[in-house]
């Protein structure tokens, strides 16, 4: 059963950095491309960065690119994800999946939402 564990979260003011950690069990981790999801009170979840199972490819939602970095290591099964220059609309619950990924697509590759690990809560504030 693939398991995910977010970590890193924090309240930080506007302009500020943080680094969120998920570690994957439960499946073969270097075999799956994998991304990061967030999700607002009252909004739909969202992709917002993906990397390719081989780590050469990392995509990124129009709304973070140039300001969050999407990593993995695949000797210690963690995803990991840079943040910096953080906005207030930034803030959301952070969610870390096996995905499909590519130019024109980040999704989940498992389906419903029993998947889900407990996310992680990033707060900006301003």
């Known amino acids: 059963q693939v398991q995910m564990v977010e970590s890193g979260g924090n309240l930080v003011q506007a302009g500020g950095s943080l680094t969120l950690s998920c570690i994957v069990s439960g499946l073969t981790f270097d075999q799956y491309a994998l991304a990061w999801f967030r999700q607002a009170p009252e909004k739909e979840r969202e992709a917002i960065s993906c990397i390719s199972w081989s780590g050469s490819s990392t995509y990124y939602a129009d709304s973070v690119k140039g300001r969050f970095t999407i990593s993995r290591d695949d000797a210690k099964n963690t995803l990991y994800l840079q943040m910096s220059s953080l906005k207030p609309e930034d803030s959301a619950m952070y969610y870390c999946?096996?995905?499909?990924?590519?130019?024109?697509?980040?999704?989940?590759?498992?389906?419903?939402?029993?998947?889900w690990g407990q996310g992680t809560q990033v707060t900006v504030s301003s």
């Open positions: 999946a096996p995905a499909v990924c590519g130019p024109l697509k980040m999704r989940p590759y498992y389906s419903g939402d029993s998947f």
